[in-house]
Each structure stands twice: as C-alpha cells, then as structure tokens.
C-alpha cells in the first residue's frame, strides 16, 4: 500500500483544514488507518485512527472535540478534518496503515504501522 498525505498549509489560529490520505496499491478496505504528528524537537505522536470500515474511530485527547476522522473506501482515501486550530497543533502530520479488521484495536505506538505516507505541513499563526 502506498500512502499519499495531502492537505497541510498555513491557517490562523481558530482556523480549519482538512487533511487526505490517499491509498493505491492494494486494497484499503481492510486497514486500519490512523495519523500521527510530529513538531520540531518532539516525538511523533498519534492522533486519531479509524476502523477498516469507518465503523469506529479513536482520537488522542489533545484531539477529542476539534478533530475528526473519517474515510471513503470507494475512493481509498481517509480524512482527517481539523476544527479551532491553535499554535501548538503544527506539525508534520502523516499518515499510517496496518492490516486490520478489528473494530476495537486503536494502537498508538507508530511501530505497530505499516505502511507511512510523506508527511503533510500544518503551519498554524497566532
């Protein structure tokens, strides 16, 4: 499975974007999908993760409330749509995959991933 990560920019604080995670390669209906983020100077990070079927979703608390998850298996793309920005959320934002049919696996460590897209820049001003 190859990951294409898209969507990142600059946006004022308070501001919105929507992230895309494209897949091709194999098919993306039997994988669970998550992203992650990292900033300068600190570890990557996960974010939010969503079922092979969109079925159930988990976020980081850092997330809950601002941030949602979503995915388009006919179009083999996974979303992630980001509400209220602030500063400390800009970072590289990348997404990931692993094989999973599970509804209640939600792992956080980035090793249990797979396949990684490129990364996409969030720049978020004040």
């Known amino acids: 499975v190859q990951l294409q990560a898209s969507g990142g920019g600059l946006v004022q604080a308070g501001g919105s974007l929507r992230l895309s995670c494209a897949a091709s390669?194999?098919?993306?209906?039997?994988?669970?999908v998550a992203w992650f983020r990292q900033a300068p100077g600190k570890e990557r990070e996960f974010v939010a993760a969503?079922?092979?079927?969109?079925?159930?979703?988990n976020s980081a608390d850092s997330a809950k409330g601002r941030f949602t998850i979503s995915r388009d298996n006919a179009k083999n793309t996974v979303y992630l749509q980001m509400n209220s920005l602030k500063p400390e959320d800009m970072a590289v934002y990348y997404c990931?995959?692993?094989?999973?049919?599970?509804?209640?696996?939600?792992?956080?460590?980035?090793?249990?991933?797979?396949?990684w897209g490129q990364g996409t820049l969030v720049t978020v001003s004040s």
């Open positions: 390669g194999r098919t993306f209906n039997s994988y669970l």
């Open positions: 990931a995959a692993v094989s999973s049919v599970s509804n209640n696996w939600f792992p956080r460590e980035n090793t249990y991933y797979t396949y």
């Open positions: 969503i079922t092979w079927n969109g079925g159930n979703t």
